[in-house]
């Protein structure tokens, strides 16, 4: 019985993850999570474009280099607050798991 519960509940997490559309490039319509790997230490960058924020930003945000669980983490931070999309550049597979689902539209 106890098995069965924790299967479930793994599917259900399973199910419940977030998605998010891999490219190639930053994206106009979208806050963009790039990410990638200098001399050996991994990195993340949000860009969002100006139009996008809806009078939030008055430029297009980059921002520096961050670790990247926290670049992750203020990328839906900010998609949250601005109700936008999040796309990720992700060339060299650096995305984790825990994240939720990196996909690639057709």
């Given at each position: 019985m106890i098995v069965a519960v924790?299967?479930?509940?793994?599917r259900v997490m399973a199910a419940a993850k977030?998605?998010?559309e891999q490219v190639d490039?930053?994206?106009?319509?979208?806050?963009?999570?790039?990410l990638g790997?200098?001399?050996g230490?991994?990195?993340?960058?949000?860009?969002?474009?100006?139009?996008?924020?809806?009078?939030?930003?008055?430029?297009?945000?980059?921002?520096d280099e961050l670790e990247p669980v926290e670049a992750f983490r203020s990328a839906v931070r900010l998609a949250?607050?601005?109700?936008a999309p999040i796309v990720v550049e992700d060339r060299q597979g650096l995305w984790q798991d825990?994240?939720?689902?990196l996909y690639?539209?057709?």
């Open positions: 924790a299967a479930i509940r793994e977030n998605r998010f490039e930053q994206q106009p319509d979208a806050i963009t999570l790039s790997q200098r001399d230490k991994t990195f993340g960058r949000i860009a969002c474009p100006a139009e996008l924020a809806g009078g939030h930003l008055v430029n297009d945000f980059l921002s949250n607050e601005i109700k825990d994240w939720g689902v690639r539209e057709d």
